[in-house]
Structures are given as C-alpha cells and as structure tokens.
C-alpha cells in the first residue's frame, strides 16, 4: 500500500553555537517556533549538542574518481537531513567574516563531491530548495566595514556555498549589533567600546533583534 507523501514542507535549522543559552541559539528557537507556526515540519540540528565533529575524515574526503562514494555514517545521516529539507537555514555568530569553525566543517564533510557538486545536476537541485544563511554580528549598523562583510559573506555562502551546491534562491541576513555593546575600530586603528546597554534599552534592543529575525524569515520564504 502506498503511503501519502508528507504534505508539510520541512524546515532544517541548524544552530552553531557553543551555548545552549546564546543569543544565537535563542534566535534559531525563535525562527523555528515561527516556522512551525507556518505549518512547518522543523528538523533542528544543534551542532554542538549532538557533538558534530568539523574535522575532515579520511572517509569524508572526496574520491574524484568516485561520485557516488558511501561517505561516514555521521556525514550521509547529514545528508539526509538536508535532502529532507526543503528550507535549510543556518544560524550562527559571525566569526571573522565568516562563519564558526563548526559550522565549517559542517560544510565541508557534508556539502560533498557527489551530493552537492560534482554532477550536472546536484542531488541538492532535485526539488526546489531554499536557504537563508542568518549571522549575527557584533558590528553594529553604522559600522562601515559592515556592507563589507555582509558582501563577504554573500560571496562565500550564498553563492560559494547554496549556489555551487544546486540551492538557486538563497541569501545571507546579518543581524547586526548582536552585542548591545558598541565597538569601533577608527581610521588610525584604535579600538573603542561604548557603553554597553542595561535595562530598558537593553529589552528593546533584544526585542528589535529578535522581530528582525523573524521579519527576515517571513519575507524570505513569504510567510503571512
Ligand atoms: C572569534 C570571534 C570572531 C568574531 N568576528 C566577528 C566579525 O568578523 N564581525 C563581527 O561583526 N563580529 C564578530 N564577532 C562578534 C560576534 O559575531 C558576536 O559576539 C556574536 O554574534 C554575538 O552572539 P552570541 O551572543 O550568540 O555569541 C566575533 C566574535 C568572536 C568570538
């Protein structure tokens, strides 16, 4: 007998943080509520919670000769999940323009020769997907280097990542400021910090992160 396909799209929201009570892992709880409050079915991969190890295996490394190598059992249980998924959306601190080492290695052992490339058409095209790479920063808006990371990151990720792997509509959101606590570097190199903020304006300024998020979550997959 067959079985009625699964109606609900599935969302898979991976968090790359070492805190279980980070800003960055309150933010990806709070995507995935919206998610599933849209109907979504949420796959919700904590990287750190299920002890993902980055390092790249002598089992997970590319075989040009082979494309449809049998990677480690960890790395092709990843890849089910992505190809379960019909949004994938990392959440993660922005480290360095880029983005946190194990979330790096996330991409490098399962984004792999033969699923995510290497083919005329990625295993990752056979429906269409989506991804939305969500950062936060500790850059605040007014930041000039801020337009340059954001365009940093959407070279590496949308692009270097979704797009070379088959996923055509993706985009990178940073949330800016994640610190509620200024900091600049100036012209001649000296580094300052503001005032960090308390109370009140620290409320709102959390409140203000938390409804960008979502905001940008809603626009992106046009949720009502
Ligand atoms: C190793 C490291 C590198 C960082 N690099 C950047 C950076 O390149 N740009 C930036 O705006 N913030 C940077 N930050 C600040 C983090 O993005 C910020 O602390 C984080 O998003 C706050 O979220 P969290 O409280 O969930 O960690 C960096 C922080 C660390 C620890």
């Known amino acids: 007998m067959k079985t009625a396909p699964n109606a609900a799209p599935a969302a898979l929201v991976i968090v790359a943080h070492h805190r279980a009570d980070s800003l960055t892992a309150h933010i990806a709880r709070l995507v995935a509520k919206r998610l599933e409050d849209a109907g979504y079915r949420i796959d919700l991969l904590d990287l750190h919670g299920e002890d993902f190890d980055p390092r790249m295996t002598v089992a997970d490394q590319p075989d040009w000769n082979d494309r449809d190598k049998v990677y480690s059992d960890e790395t092709e249980a ?30 490098d052992r399962v984004w792999n020769y033969g699923f995510a490339y290497g083919r005329s058409k990625p295993k990752l095209a056979s429906k269409p997907r989506k991804m939305l790479w969500i950062g936060l920063a500790g850059a605040g808006a007014d930041d000039p280097l801020a337009p340059v990371m954001q365009e940093s990151l959407e070279s590496g990720l949308r692009d270097g990542v979704s797009y070379y792997g088959g996923i055509a509509e993706s985009a990178v959101e940073l949330l800016l400021d994640a610190e509620g606590e200024p900091q600049y570097v100036d012209g001649d190199g000296n580094f300052t910090k503001g005032e960090a903020l308390t109370g009140a304006a620290r409320d709102e300024h959390y409140a203000a992160l938390e409804l960008q998020a979502v905001e940008r979550v809603e626009r992106f997959l046009a949720l009502n």
């Open 78 to 107: 990843h890849m089910r999940r992505v190809l379960d998924a019909d949004v994938v959306i990392p959440v993660f601190p922005v480290y360095w323009y880029s983005v946190p080492a194990i979330l790096k290695g996330w991409i």
